[in-house]
């Protein structure tokens, strides 16, 4: 393979995955399953997620909502990150949580004292707000497995299956939108590819950077 295919294959590698994918809103298609039901989590809404950036936005109205979806990470992919991308509240803290399979099994109500029985169902969960806005929740979420009371906890991407996700604010009006960004898994070669092509790239970043200086 010439240089430049090999410098164009990676950057092509690269930007896989930008392609939009589903993007739900309730204020266009309606409210999502959960409206402070009991069963919501049992038959949370399917999204067809596809690689690329999955959006959903969501609106709370007064008396507070909950909301569950859940879609399917296709072989050969993860769900490599969670933006939080905005937030509008006067309660500053809502609740998501992610439970691997096709439902929400925790019941609701839920009384505080049978959360920690809960929360060792789920994959991870976070209370989320103004200062989780621009930031990738993913691992936030992985990390309650070492929270009070624990959840299972994960380490890096979610890997390709099924997940169920509820989010709540109970309290008062709020609005809330993420991206799941779903990249490829790299083969092996393409490990190699990558690494070749960032290399490439920084060097010939760098000769432009000598070439400015001697100019």
């Known amino acids: 393979m010439t240089t430049n295919k090999l410098f164009a294959s990676a950057l092509l590698f690269a930007a896989a995955g930008t392609a939009h994918a589903f993007n739900y809103s309730e204020s266009v298609s309606g409210d999502l399953p959960g409206t402070l039901a009991a069963s919501g989590g049992l038959n949370p ?3 067809i997620a596809t690689p690329g950036i999955n959006s959903i936005s969501l609106g709370v109205p007064a008396g507070g909502d909950r909301d569950y979806f859940r879609f399917e990470v296709p072989a050969g992919y993860v769900l490599s990150s969670i933006l939080h991308k905005s937030y509008a509240s006067t309660d500053n803290l809502s609740f998501i949580g992610v439970q691997g399979g096709t439902q929400v099994t925790v019941p609701i109500p839920l009384p505080m004292s049978e959360f920690p029985a ?4 789920l994959l991870g969960y976070l209370h989320f707000g103004p200062t989780t806005v621009d930031t990738n929740i993913l691992d936030d979420l992985g990390a309650s497995g070492s929270a009070v009371p624990p959840a299972t906890g994960f380490t890096g991407s979610l890997s390709a299956g099924n997940y169920a996700f509820w989010i709540q604010q109970t309290g008062v009006e709020a609005s809330y939108a993420f991206d799941f960004v779903l990249t490829p898994v790299p083969e092996p070669g393409q490990w190699a590819l990558m ?4 290399l490439l790239l920084a060097g010939r970043m760098h000769r432009i950077r000598s070439a400015r200086k001697v100019d």
Do not use: W
């Open 45 to 47: 809404l399917e999204l």
């Open 118 to 121: 809960a929360a060792a169902t």
């Open 195 to 198: 690494l070749g092509g960032g």
